[in-house]
């Protein structure tokens, strides 16, 4: 079922990586939105959110999806990772097919069902936008469309209860 779920999501991957810095007068304040999660649980993006991870396409997702799916429960909170699936271009009935389908992922996915918070930060439907914050604002971006390096990204990521 996930599987129909990434299928609807978008459009198909290329496989490059790319990293861009946001200069500092594209510096957006991240925090004041709140969405629900796939089981209907509302989440705030605060000041201890460190990534906002937005997937925006099947593929983008299907990507965020390979990346985590053999981490242990908790792996993106433990970080302070959040994780936005635009699923706005899905129509409402595939909606309620699908979203139920997401209970069984081992990770908080944030159903931005509108497209509200994702436009917010100027991405593309084919990679995964990664951005830092830092007290609520985004300090680098980076977008990711293929599997190793998405993996070393979280990777690099050390648990938010350890950091310093």
């Known amino acids: 079922m996930r599987a129909c779920l990434f299928m609807i999501l978008g459009l198909s991957c290329t496989h490059l990586l790319a990293q861009e810095a946001l200069p500092a ?20 993006l605060g000041d201890g959110t460190r990534v906002l991870m937005i997937a925006r ?41 699908l979203v139920p389908t ?21 991405g593309d439907r084919d990679s995964v936008q990664w951005l830092e914050l830092k007290n ?3 300090t680098r971006e980076q977008r990711f469309t293929d599997l190793a390096g998405l993996r070393q990204a979280l990777a690099g990521l050390v648990s938010a209860q350890t950091a310093p």
């Not at 991240?30 to 649980?41: E, I, V």
């Not at 990772?81 to 409402?92: G, H, N, Q, S």
């Open 25 to 44: 007068t594209a510096q957006v304040r991240t925090t004041g939105w709140t969405l629900n999660d796939q089981f209907d649980k509302g989440f705030t």
């Open 102 to 122: 997401m209970r069984s992922a081992r990770y908080r996915i944030l159903l931005d069902r509108d497209g509200q918070v994702a436009e917010r930060y100027a």
């Open 57 to 97: 396409s099947l593929s983008s997702a299907r990507l965020v999806n390979s990346a985590v799916e053999h981490t242990p429960d908790g792996y993106l909170s433990e970080r302070g990772v959040a994780y936005v699936a635009d699923i706005e271009k899905l129509p409402r009935v595939a909606q309620a097919v």
């Open 136 to 138: 609520g604002q985004v």
